[in-house]
């Protein structure tokens, strides 16, 4: 586990995520995308398929890479903030990672939170072995496209209304 403090700060601690955490990490979903719901969900669903649709997208991130799911929790309350999923693949000098989910509660973005979380992503990656690293973001979502991009990720495709960004590890 890996924890933080700056001084006017809550303590923070990044940890595995547990099949408990999923209520908070659902809520945490649909509080990050409020304005980017077109990369969430399609807009013409009902919020009861919202609800389905999020319980099984994460619920698959976390079954295809239990080991690569992360929470940021604030400590000692144990409330998630954040969360981060990771998929690891390949062998050799071909193995690869791919965030397939990042996100922070709106309250605590701009506190680098977000980066704790990719941080902890890319050291998760590496110590599997990959090389590379890569990720999906809204074409239109300007703000983390800034972020990834300052993080070293650079653009590598488009498809629809996506960016896949690439960084090597």
Known sequence: ??????SSRPRIA???ATPADFPAIERVYHRAYRGLEPYAY????TP?????YTREYLGWAYEEDPEGFFVAVEEPSGEVLGFVSVHTWGEGR??????????????????????LLLDHAERYAKSK??????LWVGSENRRALEIY?????????????????LKDL
């Open 1 to 6: 586990m890996e924890s933080t403090n700056a």
């Open 14 to 16: 990044i940890r595995p």
């Open 42 to 45: 399609e807009s013409h669903w």
């Open 48 to 52: 009861e398929e919202r609800e389905k």
């Open 94 to 115: 071909a193995r690869r990672a791919e965030i397939i989910e990042v996100a922070v509660d709106p309250e605590q973005q701009g506190h680098g939170l977000g980066r």
């Open 129 to 134: 072995g990959c090389t590379k690293i890569q």
């Open 149 to 165: 991009k300052r993080r070293g990720y650079r653009e590598a495709s488009r498809y629809e209304r996506w960016t896949k960004m």
